[in-house]
């Protein structure tokens, strides 16, 4: 199995960027797609994005698509999520998992969250 840890998370004015990082230990990464998902107060969790095992094959939601970036670093073991021209509504508790399954992205391990607050 696999721990994950995020970490990268803070305040960040609007327009802004920042760069969240998903550590992988127990495992490499990739033996497992990952993806991104964000959890806004009163709201359910949603997908970000995903990424697949190889890295060539990545997703995003409509709401994130042409702001935000994932990417692998195997060097590092790490998947990253670089955030740019972020909006107030970016504002969420971000968790990275990983999954087994791909494409169909269904997770089976969880980090325990970075907040990232965007301020107007």
């Known amino acids: 199995q696999v721990q994950l840890v995020e970490s990268g998370g803070g305040l960040v004015q609007a327009g802004g960027s920042l760069r969240l990082s998903c550590a992988a230990s127990?495992?490499?990464?990739?033996?497992?797609?990952i993806g991104w998902f964000r959890q806004a107060p009163g709201k359910e969790r949603e997908i970000v994005a995903t990424?697949?095992?190889?890295?060539?094959?990545?997703t995003y939601s409509d709401s994130v698509k042409g702001r935000f970036t994932i990417f692998r670093d195997t060097a590092k073991n790490t998947i990253n999520l670089q955030m740019s021209s972020l909006k107030v509504e970016d504002t969420a508790d971000y968790y990275c998992?990983?999954?087994?399954?791909?494409?169909?992205?269904?997770?089976?391990?969880w980090g325990q969250g970075t907040l990232v607050t965007v301020s107007s």
């Open positions: 998992a990983a999954s087994v399954n791909w494409p169909q992205f269904r997770p089976d391990y």
């Open positions: 990424i697949s095992r190889s890295g060539r094959s990545t």
């Open positions: 127990g495992r490499t990464v990739d033996w497992y797609a």
